[in-house]
C-alpha cells in the first residue's frame, strides 16, 4: 500500500496493491497489521463500524460530522465514481475551513483517510456509486451534525449542478468559527 499526504494535514490518500489480469482485479481491501504498521503515519489501528451507501448521480451528501463521538472514516468507492471531499473543521486550527478532494473511482481501487474532527462528504459523477466506509466510532444519532455543503467561505467547486440533497442536509449552517456545534483543535 503507498500513503500519499494531501495538501491537507492529516487526510491521506491510501493505494492498496492491486493485482489485474483478464478476469478483473484483486486487492486487499483491509489489512489491520499493516495499518499498525503506519499508525505514525496517522492510520487508525481500530475500526468499529462499516458503513455502505448506494446513490444514484448528481447525490450529494454532506457535509457531516459527529462532535462528542467523532468519526475518522476511511472512504473507498467500489462502484462508479464520486468526488469526495473532506473539510477541517476544527476551531482553532491552522486548517480551519481549508479542504481537499479526490475523485474515488471502483474501477481505480483507491481510499480517502479523514480523521476524527473533520467533515465529509460526497457527489456522486456515475449513474450509480456505491461507497464504503470504516468508521473508528459508532454512528449516534443524536451527535450527527453538519455544515452546509454550498458555504461560500469553505469554497468547494463540486463538480455537479443541481445537486440531489437530503432535508437535512439543506438545513445546515455554513461553517463560523463562533458556532457551538464544532469540534475544537487539540481537545
Known amino acids: 500500500m503507498r500513503i500519499h499526504r494531501t495538501d491537507l494535514p492529516g487526510v491521506l490518500l491510501l493505494e492498496p496493491r492491486v493485482f489485474r489480469d483478464d478476469r478483473g482485479f484483486f486487492y486487499e481491501a483491509f489489512n489491520a497489521e499493516l495499518f499498525a504498521r503506519h499508525a505514525a503515519d496517522g492510520l487508525p489501528t481500530r475500526f468499529v463500524q462499516d458503513n455502505h451507501s448506494r446513490s444514484v448521480e448528481r447525490v450529494l451528501r454532506g457535509l457531516h460530522y459527529q462532535l462528542r463521538q467523532p468519526q475518522g472514516k476511511l472512504v473507498t468507492c467500489v462502484r462508479g465514481t464520486i468526488f469526495d471531499v473532506a473539510v477541517d473543521i476544527r476551531v482553532g486550527s491552522p486548517d480551519f475551513g481549508r479542504w481537499t478532494a479526490t475523485t474515488l473511482d471502483g474501477d481505480d481501487p483507491r481510499y480517502l483517510w479523514i480523521p476524527p474532527g473533520f467533515a465529509h462528504g460526497f457527489c456522486v459523477l456515475s449513474p450509480v456509486a456505491d461507497v464504503t466506509y470504516k468508521c473508528t466510532a459508532p454512528y449516534a444519532a443524536g451527535d450527527d451534525r453538519g455544515v452546509l455543503w454550498s458555504d461560500e467561505r469553505i469554497g468547494v467547486p463540486w463538480p455537479i449542478r ?20 464544532l469540534p475544537r483543535y487539540g481537545e
Open 162 to 181: 443541481e445537486p440531489l440533497l437530503s432535508p437535512k442536509d439543506l438545513q445546515y449552517e455554513g461553517l463560523d468559527p463562533a458556532r457551538a456545534d
